[in-house]
């Protein structure tokens, strides 16, 4: 006989798009209601859920909210080890901070332990999905893939290939690049929860011979993923117009090499052309908004309200360590600060959409989570709507239950964490 555990609390359940639909058609808050879990996955939710868990083990959360666990899109385990670095911008982060510590990830126990480390604090912040960026060494993905195996995480990871712009001992061939992703993606795509993501780190760092073999073994395995950067800064855009003198735009570098489509995931596209946001639309593909990323490094304030209302897929992201935190409710209040940066202002169900539902859509991964639906993996973030007294005094003063939930996503940390399932197990 499987487990069968009934969560009760209130409930966070999708219904469509919130920035397509009014978000109060798609996005609902089940209150005082349950969710029952039958071995790894939901086995139903709201009423159905409490008539058919009667016999199963209660877990109460009352006056939490129960929540698909979180999904982020866009990050760099590799970097655990330097978030919050001071002082530098996108190029010099990166020749300062990143490459001298993505340098140390060749040595399989320092990656063991790194990856291991990171997970664990994702799942102190709730975060139960993460797709990574790994290093040049194939050591870096074994050992993501690996940990996340150990935790029974949905993991997208791929090496991160790199044949130019980069130090000695951080550069590959297209050749090896090739050769190395192949080989990953084949021993870990579809292995349990993990999936592969091809990955170029952005093209200052691609020749196009690089560009081009990786687009060709996509073209041979067009269910995996492809993750890389674009527009993220405005000399990193006249860097790559240099570089690529053949290329429309920055979309179009990867275009030519055969590295657009709907399964690729485009890491913060803050300077976006129209021609870009277009083409992007018109594929399918996915778009990560990184917004710590985006303000700690200086990058610029994403179009979230115009790309997501306009019908461009659009994930949410720490980008770790760009990003100045592990938290996906640290990254909802920074996207939110910055939609009204633009003159509008995002609501707390689309938030959650985002961090959720959003980012399953752009990682192609909705049928397994991002979702409370029946038949959806058992990955669950339950938050504790009062976790400090700053925000226990705002919340008392609610009148309604989305004014419960803002505060936490406005102030909330790890400590409003207050449970978390993964495959239907709940972590001790
Ligand atoms: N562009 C290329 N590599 C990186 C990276 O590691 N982090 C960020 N934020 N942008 C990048
Ligand atoms: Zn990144």
Known sequence: MTDAYLLTGHVLTFDGDPFIRPWHEAVHILEDSAVLIEGDKIAAVGSAAL????????????GHLICPGFIDAHAHYPQTAIIASWGKRLIDWLNTYTFPEEMRFGDATYANETADRYLDLLLDHGTTSVASFCTIHPESVDALFTAAAARNMAVVAGKTCMDRNAPDGLRDTAQTAYDDSKALLQNWHGQGRARYAITPRFSPTSTEDQLAALGALWAEHPDALMQTHLSEQVDEIEWVRGLYSQARDYLDTYEQHGLLGQRGLY?????????????????GAGLVHCPTSNTFIGSGLFDLMGLASGGVRTGLATDTGGGSSFSMLRSMAAAYEIAQLRGTAVHAAQLLWLATAGSARVLHRTDEIGSIS????????????????AIAQRHTRAESIWDAVFPTLMMGDDRAIADVWVGGTRRS
């Open 374 to 389: 029946p038949g959806l993996a058992g990955d669950l973030c339950i938050l504790d709507l009062a976790s400090t007294p």
């Open 51 to 62: 008539t058919q868990g009667a016999q199963a083990t209660h877990h109460d959360y009352p």
């Open 267 to 283: 890491g913060h596209a803050i300077h976006l052309e129209t021609r870009e946001v277009d083409r992007l639309r018109e594929v």
